[in-house]
């Protein structure tokens, strides 16, 4: 067991399996006691059960560290308030939440329903909101403490998980806002976009190319919630840990600007301006998405 969470209490949304569960055990291992939540519930957010969280709970005892399960659904108010308040009532006081809980409905755009949508926004978005919602409230008046929501790679856009990828881009949005929001009180906020094997990453149809275990991710988001985390004043980034590889995302900021002489802009004036001033970023997804339908053309075609 190391210290770097001596004496903190940590909440753990999704706790029960896969990264979530990684963060929990390692939390504790590290000294903090561990509020365990997971809904229990299939990928598709089904078929809820309370064993999950109880399991994690056990495995943390067994090892000697303070654990507590709470078994709600973090997508309801009551839910993330649960959460918070155990903290509270179990140990007096809450350091760090990290909102791990997800699901996926796969879908593509044009079929997707309003059921796929709506539970995926739920669980991440939402999810991630009432917690921080819940917990800001208690670090404001303590003066401290850290938030740590977990989004992906996805952020960037998904070909088939448009609910799962704008949900996604909203977490980063809404660390970005906690961090703006909460730095005067010593509050920090950050978000994970992990790439670790899971029954989740599972489900991704294509190859990863970097992937680690769930124990990278852990390591990362225990030095996330660690005074040297603070010290270094690391506050609204967005880290991808994949494997041996730790990368930082740009912050959002206008790449080029470009001013016209006089007033008053009108669709003609803007194209025959913008395409050579302004024009455009390219989508880095799309360009790797049309080089992967290139080798897939060049595979199809018979030898010559
Ligand atoms: N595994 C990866 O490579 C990867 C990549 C990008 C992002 N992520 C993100 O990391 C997080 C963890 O993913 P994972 O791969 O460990 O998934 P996982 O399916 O193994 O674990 C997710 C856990 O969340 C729980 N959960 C779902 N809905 C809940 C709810 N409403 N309330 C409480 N608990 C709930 C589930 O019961 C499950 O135990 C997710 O937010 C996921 O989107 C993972």
Redesign the pocket.
């Known amino acids: 067991m190391g210290n770097f969470l001596a004496d903190k209490v940590v909440a753990v949304?999704?706790?029960?399996?896969?990264?979530?569960?990684a963060v929990a055990l390692a939390a504790a291992a590290e000294g903090a006691r561990v509020v365990v939540?997971?809904?229990?519930?299939?990928?598709d957010?089904g078929s809820?059960t309370s064993d999950?969280a109880d399991a994690v709970v056990k495995e943390i005892l067994a090892a000697g560290g303070d654990a507590v399960a709470v078994a709600?659904?973090?997508?309801t108010m009551a839910?993330g308030q649960r959460v918070v308040d155990t903290a509270l009532s179990s140990y007096g006081r809450l350091d760090g939440v990290v909102?791990?809980?997800?699901?996926?409905r796969e879908r593509m755009l044009f079929n997707m329903s309003e059921e796929e949508w709506d539970p995926v926004l739920?669980?991440?978005l939402k999810?991630t909101f009432t917690v921080f919602r819940a917990a800001s409230a208690v670090m404001r008046k303590q003066g401290s403490g850290t938030l740590i929501g977990?989004?992906?790679?996805?952020h960037q856009g998904s070909v088939s998980q448009a609910n799962?990828s704008a949900a996604?881009g909203g977490i980063i949005s809404l660390v970005r806002s906690a961090a703006l929001g909460l730095h005067k009180y010593g509050v920090s906020a950050n978000a994970?976009?992990?790439?670790?094997?899971?029954?989740?990453?599972a489900n991704?149809p294509m190859e990863?190319k970097e992937?680690g275990e769930?124990e990278d991710?852990a390591a990362l988001v225990v030095y996330l919630l660690s005074a040297r985390a603070r010290d270094e004043g690391i506050t609204g980034q967005v880290y991808t840990i994949a494997g041996p590889k730790i990368a930082v995302w740009a912050q959002p900021r206008e790449l080029r600007a470009a001013y016209a002489e006089g007033a008053g802009w009108t669709p003609e004036r803007i194209a025959d301006f913008l395409p050579g001033t302004v024009g455009v970023d390219p989508m880095p997804m799309l360009e790797q998405l049309e080089a992967m339908a290139r080798a897939a053309s060049e595979k199809a075609r018979p030898n010559e």
Request: charged content about 15%; overall charge positive; proline content about 5%.
């Open positions: 949304t999704g706790a029960g399996r896969g990264i979530g569960r939540n997971d809904y229990g519930v299939s990928v957010g809820p999950v709600e659904d973090i997508s839910g909102c791990v809980a997800g699901i996926l739920a669980t991440h999810g977990f989004t992906s790679g996805n799962y996604k994970v976009a992990p790439v670790a094997r899971t029954r989740m990453s991704v990863l992937i769930p991710v």
